[in-house]
T-cell receptor, first 111, second 112 residues
Framework: SAVISQKPSRDICQRGTSLTIQCQVDSQVTMMFWYRQQPGQSLTLIATANQGSEATYESGFVIDKFPISRPNLTFSTLTVSNMSPEDSSIYLC????????FGPGTRLTVL | GQQLNQSPQSMFIQEGEDVSMNCTSSSIFNTWLWYKQDPGEGPVLLIALYKAGELTSNGRLTAQFGITRKDSFLNISASIPSDVGIYFCAGGIYNQGGKLIFGQGTELSVKP
């Protein structure tokens, strides 16, 4: 299995600001994924982040709002830009290493 | 787009009872996965299924990959209080890498 850590674990932010979430994996992985889980809801894929190429975004998510970096095979960041209360969610990174594993999530509250 | 219908939405059962939940889709999936999420945590993988008709067990948990590849079920036998949580099914397609489509979740409550 993979050990995935995320920072911060939670944050409370003001409207209009940006937050960068970090994801660190204990193994080298080709593909990393960022999911969003809105309050009381299921998980929705935001984008797929491959090392050495631009992230691929799902319908309804754009790079300007959720820029992603993938500088190496064990690390990725997701930025939530120009936040509004509707961005209040849990953001989870995920990797495939034989199976698909999830990090503990970052709980974001936007006031 | 692809959607998964997971049922039931919630269950309230007595400790010791068996539990069954399922997911259906109008689309075919190559893999079915079942996760459990505890409050404040990320989803934890319970069972992964890769072949139509496959029946796999993990302790008291049993899951099956439907023969049509459009459905899956998860059974929990002899439930215990630590089974409490939200269970999600997820379907995946090989040529979409690790992209998963998640069901809406089943919230399980177990009364001691």
């Amino acid at each position: 299995s993979a050990v995935i850590s995320q920072k911060p674990s939670r944050d409370i932010c003001q409207r209009g600001t940006s937050l960068t979430i970090q994801c660190q994996v204990d193994s080298q992985v080709t593909m990393m994924f960022w999911y969003r889980q809105q309050p009381g809801q299921s998980l929705t894929l935001i984008a797929t982040a491959n090392q050495g190429s631009e992230a691929t975004y799902e319908s309804g998510f754009v790079i300007d709002k959720f820029p992603i970096s993938r500088p190496n095979l064990t690390f990725s960041t997701l930025t939530v830009s120009n936040m509004s209360p509707e961005d209040s969610s849990i953001y989870l990174c995920s990797v495939v290493l034989n199976e698909q594993f999830f990090g503990p999530g970052t709980r974001l509250t936007v006031l | 787009g692809q959607q998964l219908n997971q049922s039931p939405q919630s269950m309230f059962i007595q400790e010791g009872e068996d539990v069954s939940m399922n997911c259906t889709s109008s689309s075919i999936f190559n893999t079915w996965l079942w996760y459990k999420q505890d409050p404040g945590e990320g989803p934890v993988l319970l069972i992964a299924l890769y072949k139509a008709g496959e029946l796999t067990s993990n302790g008291r948990l049993t899951a099956q990959f439907g023969i049509t590849r459009k459905d899956s079920f998860l059974n929990i036998s002899a439930s215990i209080p630590s089974d409490v949580g939200i269970y999600f099914c997820a379907g995946g397609i090989y040529n979409q890498g690790g992209k998963l489509i998640f069901g809406q979740g089943t919230e399980l409550s177990v009364k001691p």
